[in-house]
């Protein structure tokens, strides 16, 4: 029985995934001028797992059933839209030159037509927003704005984190909660609002946004410094190399001492990529690997209670199953997904509440290992004994 509804769950996002492909490959995007609208094909065609625009989906069909999904669908992809064009300009501040694997939008053509490519999405993103199948589109546009606000928070704490030392690592999970977070909730939210769910099961689902939110960031920190080039598409240990305060970085600074206390304040400032295997070595040793393993397995969990409200269908099953592994467990990042594989005896991961199956992620000796070619596949295990 577990077995027939995980297969329904995974045909039901495999088909939503279609759906916002052929959506995005039907959008209206002019073809002059090519400077501005050549790139906005760019980036949308350029992959990624669709994660964002299929949660909007499965939480309509969920709540709604599939005419509810079918209105949902301009709102899902306005989601994508809005997504990559979030990209587009972080990849600019980041001076990132690869994303999937190809160049940047401003390392193939300039800093001016990406900002003005990502200014164009963000108004075809409000567009489709507006086509959205409600009578109320009010009821989409308020949280909407606030997401677009607090995302833009999110990425301004970020940039204040580059000039600043006294960054702690709450500090860092409130400007996840914006930069990461605020899309994953209103994709939640938007999804249950058009399959008409009650403001009780809506606001559970944006907890669940929440914290799928930190588990993403952490973990996307996380493969940072421990993926195979092959599997992530972009330098491997970037953040460290930038001085980037992320989670691994500021939370090695809270626990180290001594030498490697020193190492690490010499590291926000940034360092060569030949001292990305010591920083990931110390790392090791200091236990931030597998800190920042377990802050993921714990989010997930917070996400998967957020998301048991969801009522039970194949969509629903979907949604609990396949949205928190998709997220939390990496299957759905946009680099490429990974399998962490044991973490010294200790199990780690989230129960499903329908399938009577426990989705587990493994740690073993600190390292994690990058899977190239096709996404990672979570372990599913009877859900005896119970999680730690």
Known sequence: MGSMASDEATATVASAVEDIERGLATLDVPSEPATLYDPVRYILSSGGKRVRPVLVLLA??????????????????????????TLVHDDIMDHAATRRGRETVHTRWSEPVAILSGDVMMGLSYDLLSRSGTDDVRGLLDPYHRMVRHLCEGQALDLAFETTDAV?????????????GALLQFALDAGAYLGGASPQHRQS??????????????????LDLVASSTSWGKTIGG???????????????????????????????????????????RMERLGILDDATSAVADYTRQGADGLAVVPPSAAGDALRESGVTLL?????????????????????????????????????????????????????????????
Request: net charge negative.
């Open 60 to 85: 309509a069909e969920a709540f709604g059933g599939v005419e509810a999904r079918r209105r949902a669908l301009p709102a899902a992809l306005a989601c994508e839209v809005f997504h990559n064009f």
């Open 239 to 281: 953040d460290m190399i930038e001085g980037k305060k992320a989670y691994l970085l500021l939370r090695a600074l809270e626990q180290a001492e001594g030498e490697d206390r020193a190492w690490f304040e010499d590291a926000r400032r940034g360092i060569d990529a030949a001292q990305v295997p010591g920083a990931r070595a």
């Open 328 to 388: 939390a467990l990496g299957i759905g990042t946009d680099e490429g997904g990974f399998v962490p594989e044991s973490r010294r005896g200790r199990t780690v991961g989230f129960k499903s509440d329908r399938s009577g199956q426990r989705v587990i992620s493994t740690y073993q000796g600190g390292a994690l290992r990058a899977i190239s070619g096709e996404p990672a596949r979570p372990v599913l295990v009877p859900s005896e004994p119970a999680l730690p």
């Open 168 to 180: 702690s690592v709450d500090d860092y999970l409130s400007m996840i909660d914006g930069k990461t």
């Open 205 to 222: 689902l944006r907890n669940a946004g929440h914290a799928l939110g930190r588990a993403f960031q952490i973990q996307d920190d996380l």
